[in-house]
């Protein structure tokens, strides 16, 4: 028997994420299982390994529209489910792996009475929703449906990786998610289909009106809409023609706003030196200054602020950098609010410091 802890990395889960993955296996003894989203294949070996122990006869099916593992491009997605039953022949499961398309394409061939469904592929809007929706149709009516990295946006860089946890949130059913009072919140969610499911099942389509991290191309709509013609309404269509209109319009727009940023970044930090700069505050403004510099690849020497009140070697106080001999070598970048601008300027003219950059109010707002 396979240890579980061991294959927590493989899986990209926690042992705790895994355990709930197997008291639902051994809960509900699947007969047809659908993962879509497989890359090394860890969960799949889990759920093999557990099936093997509960001894019944089930059919799975692994899908990914890569062929390659995302993170070894050498290595063909799922090779470890290869690798694992290769190892392990189990003649009462019927495994499938499906790659290198959209699951869209797979499902007329896998068919209905799928009764576990497993989403765990790019966390962000439209993704996983447009694939529940699109397997909706084929679930049975008591289906368990799993979704992994619920937390996501809060656990990583991808802060729009929410789609699992709105479709958690917006989907009627029976919902399962580990909550337990005083542990930490799960990462891992899951609900079972019931009779109202279907009858609500257009608050799933409202939920892609929430705004879409990534636009898929003409192509993939139009098939994931071609596919729903089958099984929806004209007014459920309407609603994902309409969330389509108005996520292009945004997306489109969030595009242009980020353009003008980086211009308006960029010419600021091209009136700056490459050396010998010093950034005047140490708070909010200055932190975030010093960090696009760094990243600009400009050599910052230090701070200066008005009143030093620890003791770092990389801030000195304005005293302390007046008695610098080569003082009128450096330039100083301003890092802090507008209102305090004027005043930190006139203070250092006085002692006859003039290399003086001013980021605008603009800038300030824009800083990452």
Not at 14 to 32: D, R, S, V
Not at 127 to 149: K, M, R, W, Y
Not at 260 to 286: A, T
Request: net charge negative.
């Amino acid at each position: 028997m396979l240890n579980l802890k061991e294959h927590v990395i493989d899986a990209e889960m926690t042992f705790e994420q895994l355990e709930f993955l197997e008291h639902l296996l051994e809960e509900n003894a699947p007969k047809k299982i659908v993962e879509i989203g497989v890359a090394a294949g860890g969960t799949s070996v889990v759920i093999l390994e557990k099936i093997r122990e509960m001894n019944i006869e089930t059919s799975m099916y692994s899908l990914d529209l890569s062929n390659e593992y995302y993170r070894d491009k050498s290595q063909k997605t799922g090779y470890l489910i290869d690798d694992y039953l290769a190892q392990y022949p189990n003649p009462k499961v019927k495994h499938q792996k499906l790659t290198g398309d959209y699951a869209v394409n797979f499902i007329d061939s896998i068919g209905n009475e799928i009764d576990f469904l497993i989403l765990d592929t790019v966390h962000s809007l439209p993704g996983e929703i447009l694939d529940f929706l699109a397997i909706f149709p084929f679930l049975n009516s008591d289906a368990i449906v799993v979704l992994h990295d619920i937390t996501l946006n809060h656990l990583s860089s991808n802060k729009e990786g929410f789609a699992t946890q709105i479709l958690l949130d917006c989907v009627v059913a029976d919902k399962l998610t580990p909550i337990s009072i005083g542990k930490e919140y799960p990462g891992i969610g899951a609900f079972r289909i019931n009779i109202h499911t279907e009858k609500y099942i257009e608050d799933v389509f409202n939920a892609l009106m929430v705004t879409w991290k990534y636009i898929p191309d003409t192509k993939e709509i139009n098939l994931y809409k071609n596919h729903y013609r089958k099984y929806y309404s004209d007014r459920q269509i309407y609603i994902l023609d309409e969330a389509v209109r108005l996520n292009i319009d945004s997306y489109m727009a969030r595009r242009e706003k980020e353009i003008g940023n980086f211009q308006i970044l960029y010419d600021f930090v091209s009136h700056i030196k490459r050396e010998n700069v010093y950034i005047y505050g140490h708070g909010v403004f200055g932190k975030k200054i010093y960090k696009l510099l760094r990243i600009c690849g400009i050599q910052i020497d230090g701070y200066i602020v008005s009143n030093k009140e620890c003791e770092m070697k990389e801030v000195l106080s304005l005293q302390e950098f007046i008695r610098l001999s080569n003082r009128s070598e450096y330039e100083i970048v301003i890092g802090v609010n507008v209102q305090v601008q004027n005043d930190i300027v006139q203070e250092l003219k006085k002692y006859g410091i003039n290399k003086v950059i001013i980021p605008s109010e603009e800038v300030l707002q824009i800083l990452p």
